[in-house]
């Protein structure tokens, strides 16, 4: 059996005031990075009709974006999944979720779900976590909302023990080879999220090395059995060009001449359910040191030039984590004039956006103090979520138009706060921002980067 799975994203481009993505330069001859990608791997995909025999997930941001720019790709990714049913969810923002805190963890799992129902018009039985970042407290929250499985890579699971039996446990070393284990929630209830291991050397192959699809049968062929890869989405026609055919000739012309199977994740899992339970680590599949590469200078990076260092993205999290906390106690402490429960009414604010529901029945439901009000916070928190897209860690520099992004997220939070008479600590936010340096001295610190390339947008 073989099952590849292509995790499809990209991340909010957005300018958050216009809700337009600006010009990108560096993706010329198009307007931007997600034109570009749309023309050399989603559209192509799509029109293959790869969807219908892959795993997959689909970002909610991509989703929302093709569903405005090109509905016909999108509609193509939507019925793939009617007919097939391999789509499973994503956690919202594509935040690091073990560097969440609870609220917003749970809140990024619970909006994936929303978004998925939406689209899709189905429960999802499965999440793909951003980064495959992934520790207790994440597995918790999946367990929690239903979720019954999620992927993860080799070495992400650190030991298992025969299901029900308790006793000790034996340690595994990081082999390659697909597995799926269960990881049990600690309540005792019996729930749990089925984890799913994939092949580490087949799907580095497809990332890096573009093998032909005779060779991924091959791998199939010679492992026996399960073979699980997954990789970016974007591989298959974006990073290496002529890959989405390789793909689509794999599981359409390949396997099938092979007598090699192309199932459901769901339907293996129900088949053949697993029988080890497992423990994870605080881990994430592109970082050899758990999720530093999202907190501090790791030395993992894309990109940058010889001596160029990271010591920027801890100070950049300390910032945006003082905005978040700060905006806590205003929910606490405003939201509750204006909302029934406020932490309730930020979990369902999705489903108005999508337009799942009305204002009228939205406001029924969650607000008892000023409309307008209720709706401006809820875009603040809304934006704070975002401020924590992963991307903006992830490269090499400071004053990368990813992490320039997620700033311009806490830039349009503070702006929603001011809105109704709050002080934001904006003076102390860039007190911390300033300890965060860019390899590029004409950039300088975060406070000049804020001034320089974030608030000239919305002034």
Do not use: K
């Amino acid at each position: 059996m073989l099952v590849v799975h292509g995790h499809f994203y990209q991340p909010p481009r957005e300018d958050p005031w216009t809700g337009e993505v600006p010009e990108q330069p560096a993706a010329a001859p198009f307007h931007d990075w997600n034109e570009r990608i749309t023309a050399e791997c989603y559209r192509p995909n799509a029109e293959r009709g790869t969807f219908e025999h892959l795993s997959f997930d689909v970002g909610p941001t991509l989703l929302s974006w093709l569903e405005a720019h090109h509905v016909d790709v999108y509609e193509r990714i939507v019925e793939a999944d009617h007919r097939t049913g391999r789509a499973i969810a994503q956690a919202y923002g594509h935040a690091i979720l073990p560097l969440c805190n609870e609220l917003d963890l749970r809140t990024h799992v619970r909006w994936g779900i929303t978004d998925f129902e939406h689209r899709f018009g189905r429960r999802p039985d499965g999440m793909w976590l951003p980064e495959t970042a992934v520790d207790d407290a994440t597995l918790e929250a999946l367990a929690d909302a239903g979720i019954g499985f999620t992927i993860l890579a080799p070495g992400q699971v650190t030991a298992t023990r025969p299901l029900g039996a308790g006793g000790g446990w034996t340690d595994l070393g990081a082999s390659p080879g697909s597995d799926v284990v269960r990881w049990c929630h600690p309540d005792g209830s019996g729930r749990g999220v089925d984890l799913v291991v994939y092949d580490g050397d087949l799907a580095h192959r497809l990332a890096f090395g573009g093998p032909s699809s005779e060779a991924i049968v091959d791998a199939a062929v010679a492992n026996g059995g399960l073979t699980v890869a997954a990789t970016d989405g974007e591989t298959f026609g974006h990073h290496h060009h002529g890959a989405d055919e390789v793909l689509a000739d794999a599981l359409t012309v390949e396997a099938p001449a092979r007598g090699v199977r192309v199932p459901r994740l769901r339907d293996v899992l129900d088949q053949d359910p697993p029988t080890r339970q497992a423990r994870v680590r605080t881990s994430a599949w592109s970082c050899a040191h758990g999720v530093g590469r999202w907190m501090d200078d790791c030395g993992c990076h894309t990109g940058g030039h010889d001596g160029w260092h990271q010591r920027w993205r801890g100070p950049l999290r300390q910032a945006l984590d003082l905005l978040r906390d700060w905006g806590i106690d205003v929910m606490d402490r405003r939201g509750v004039t204006l909302l029934r429960d406020p932490w309730a009414a930020r979990d369902d604010y999705l489903s108005l956006l999508l337009g799942a529901r009305t204002w009228d029945d939205f406001a029924a439901e969650h607000i008892v103090g000023d409309g307008h009000e209720a709706g401006v916070l809820l875009d603040a928190q809304r934006n704070a979520l975002l401020m924590y897209t992963s991307c903006g860690w992830f490269f090499n520099d400071l004053a990368g138009t990813e992490t320039v992004q997620v700033l311009r997220y806490a830039a349009r939070a503070i702006d929603l706060y001011e809105q109704l008479g709050e002080e934001p600590p904006v003076d102390a936010f860039l007190e911390t921002l300033a300890e965060a340096h860019s390899n590029d001295p004409s950039a300088g610190d975060g406070r000049r980067l804020w001034h320089d390339q974030v608030l000239p947008l919305h002034r």
